[in-house]
């Protein structure tokens, strides 16, 4: 079982950054390939980048490359996502999420995504 707390949202201007973090619980971190996802109101949840299980790899949707950086630091059980240039279309509630401890494969589908944090919201000002 993985337990896994947002933080660093926040209300930030068009151009700004932001650093979101995802502590994890438990001993199997480093076993988890993780997501971040986000959720506008409105709309479907989606895939915003995700980290292998060593953080040798990483894959990125278009609108995320450029300007997010997802990393993770397996000795503090944390994943963060760097988040630069922010728009006022990146405004969401970001979520971390973990894949299953057999699962090592980044994949961009919430469905195969175990465990996930309760949100942070992300609020970008044009």
């Known amino acids: 079982q993985v337990q896994l707390v947002e933080s660093g949202g926040g209300l930030v201007q068009a151009g700004g950054s932001l650093r979101l973090s995802c502590a994890a619980s438990?001993?199997?971190?480093?076993?988890?390939?993780m997501g971040w996802f986000r959720q506008a109101p409105g709309k479907e949840r989606e895939f915003v980048t995700g980290i292998g299980r060593s953080g040798s790899s990483t894959y990125y949707r278009d609108f995320a490359k450029g300007r997010f950086t997802i990393s993770r630091d397996n000795a503090k059980n944390t994943v963060y996502l760097q988040m630069n240039s922010l728009k006022a279309e990146d405004t969401a509630v970001y979520y971390c999420?973990?894949?299953?401890?057999?699962?090592?494969?980044?994949?961009?589908?919430?469905?195969?995504?175990?465990?996930w944090g309760q949100g942070t919201q992300v609020t970008v000002s044009s």
């Open positions: 438990g001993r199997t971190f480093s076993s988890h390939v």
């Open positions: 999420a973990a894949r299953g401890r057999d699962d090592f494969i980044i994949l961009p589908f919430p469905r195969e995504y175990d465990y």
